[in-house]
């Protein structure tokens, strides 16, 4: 089964790119008698990638780093009923 199309790295002519019966990828070119084979996944996804097939797995973008929203600090805000906000009424009253 005709899966794509890639060039020769013997002879550089653009040679159909087949499936085997296990599923792996082949092409035999017909111009100088050589054939590329597949045995394994890593081979198989090599071969198609040449053929700019990217049904096999394709890798996702890498998505840029989600930043999260800053969220106010609730520490920041001041607790009037704190340490911090009745020193502020004793200063503010004894002002
Ligand atoms: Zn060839």
Do not use: H
């Not at 060039?7 to 790119?17: D, E, I, R, T, Y």
Request: glycine share 10%; proline share 7%; aromatic share 4%.
């Amino acid at each position: 089964m005709k899966i794509g199309q890639i060039k020769c790295p013997c002879c550089g002519n653009v040679q159909p790119l087949t499936e085997q019966a296990n599923g792996l990828a082949i092409m035999s070119c017909n111009w100088c008698n050589v054939k590329v084979q597949a045995y394994g996944k890593d081979a198989d996804t090599a071969l198609r990638r040449m053929a700019g097939i990217s049904q096999v797995k394709q890798e996702p973008e890498k998505a840029p780093e989600v930043v999260p929203e800053k969220k106010p600090n609730p520490a920041g805000v001041r607790d009037e009923g704190g340490i911090f906000g009745r020193l502020n009424n004793l200063l503010s009253e004894a002002a």
